[in-house]
């Protein structure tokens, strides 16, 4: 069935270094969400990406969908502690206008 | 708007207790869903519905029922709880555009 993986699970990183996570989907997809769910809380919705090749820059979150919108990534540049949490991809199920096929998360972790 | 609202926020029960969760949004969307999060895990879809009076089982939906008889409410019940329905809970609306959370339900069933 449609999968879509996220790597890597956990990724500890110190204050001010760089964070991407990666997510892969064995299916091409109409549109890329990411989110973000800081510790205890829900997830949120960051952004959406639809074009192939799209690139979208959030201060220093930079998203990148894939030429055959398969893949995509987020960048963290020079990470803070406000950045500490999981985030996680999802692309729609085909045929569905909301059904959405959730990665599993990367935890950004800062290193004390 | 207040978004999507969750109530209770914390809960305990006893096995074998029945109870529902409530949802309400206020963004006019077609599409809500209920989700379980267990601890260090990803999301699992339990129950979902794309308009009033549709609704339809997702990946876990053993052990729970919904209904959807307005836009605004999606409420979650769980029939006769057990241990392994410990979990955080939430619900979440879209416009098709970007799923909106509510803040979640924690709950524990001992």
């Known amino acids: 069935g449609q999968q879509v993986m996220q790597i890597p699970q956990y990724q500890h990183v110190q204050e001010g270094e760089d964070f991407t996570t990666y997510c892969n989907s064995s299916?091409?997809?109409?549109?890329i969400q990411w989110y973000k769910q800081r510790p205890g809380g829900h997830p949120v919705f960051l952004i959406q990406?639809?074009?192939s090749g799209e690139v979208k820059k959030q201060k220093r979150l930079t998203f990148q969908f894939g030429e055959a919108k398969k893949n995509s990534s987020l960048h963290i540049t020079a990470t803070q502690t406000t950045d500490v949490g999981t985030y996680f991809c999802?692309?729609?199920?085909?045929?569905?206008?909301?059904?959405?096929?959730w990665g599993a998360g990367t935890k950004l972790i800062i290193k004390p | 708007n207040a978004g999507v609202t969750q109530t209770p926020k914390f809960q305990v029960l006893k096995t074998g207790q029945s109870m529902t969760l409530q949802c309400a949004q206020d963004?006019?969307?077609?599409?809500m869903s209920w989700y379980r999060q267990d601890p260090g895990m990803g999301l699992r879809l339990i129950h979902y519905?794309?308009?009033?009076?549709?609704?339809d089982q997702g990946e876990v939906p053993n052990g729970y029922n919904v209904s959807r008889s307005t836009t605004e409410d999606f409420p979650l019940r769980l029939l006769s709880a057990a241990p392994s329905q410990t979990s955080v809970y939430f619900c979440?609306?879209?416009?098709?555009?970007?799923?909106?959370f509510g803040s979640g339900t924690r709950l524990t069933v001992v």
């Open positions: 979440a609306s879209s416009e098709g555009s970007g799923y909106t």
């Open positions: 963004m006019n969307h077609e599409y």
């Open positions: 519905s794309v308009g009033a009076g549709i609704t």
């Open positions: 299916t091409t997809l109409s549109n």
């Open positions: 990406l639809v074009k």
């Open positions: 999802a692309g729609p199920e085909a045929d569905s206008n909301y059904q959405l096929i």
